[in-house]
């Protein structure tokens, strides 16, 4: 019994050595970014497979696996596809998850209104406060949002 114990606590041990070792980044997600419209999302890693939706420019996804040149990601509503690798890049985004969001001139509620976005309307993500992101639209609209109303 106390062998097993002794055992026990030993592979604990490690585990939890490991888990501290390890940089935390090592198990963050990859998102991506879709470069064009009228990207397809398929059923499988080829040009053969269902069309299951179609996606536009600065589309954020999740990686969730890479078979060859295709991605299967993972959209900000949870459905899942397979793209063409070359049709993605790192650049980030961010999306609106939220029916509507309000975009503020600072970093807080108290802050003046100065636009709204609703619900799948992309912005680039900028600086941080807290749990304030700077975002900016593609028509130049810039404003602060509380980080719970996009994704990622």
């Given at each position: 019994m106390k062998r097993l114990t002794l055992k026990l606590s030993v592979a604990i041990s490690c585990t939890i050595l490991v888990g501290l070792i390890l940089p935390h980044n090592s198990f963050a997600a990859e998102y991506v970014t879709v470069i064009k419209d009228g990207v397809n999302v398929r059923s499988q890693p080829s040009t053969?497979?269902?069309?299951?939706?179609?996606?536009?420019?600065?589309?954020p996804l999740k990686v969730i696996k890479r078979k060859g040149d295709w991605v299967?990601?993972?959209?900000?509503?949870?459905?899942?596809?397979?793209?063409?690798?070359?049709?993605?890049?790192?650049?980030?985004?961010?999306?609106v998850k939220v029916k509507k969001a309000n975009l503020r001139v600072g970093p807080g509620k108290?802050?003046?209104?100065?636009a709204t976005a609703l619900y799948g309307v992309v912005f680039?993500?900028?600086?941080?406060?807290?749990?304030?992101?700077?975002?900016?639209?593609?028509?130049?609209?810039?404003?602060w949002v509380h980080e719970s109303l996009v994704w990622p």
């Open positions: 053969k497979g269902e069309v299951y939706w179609e996606v536009f420019k600065d589309f299967k990601a993972e959209d900000f509503e949870g459905d899942t596809g397979w793209i063409y690798g070359p049709l993605l890049t790192k650049k980030k985004k961010v999306i108290n802050y003046e209104i100065n680039t993500p900028g600086r941080r406060d807290g749990k304030w992101l700077q975002v900016t639209h593609s028509d130049g609209t810039r404003g």
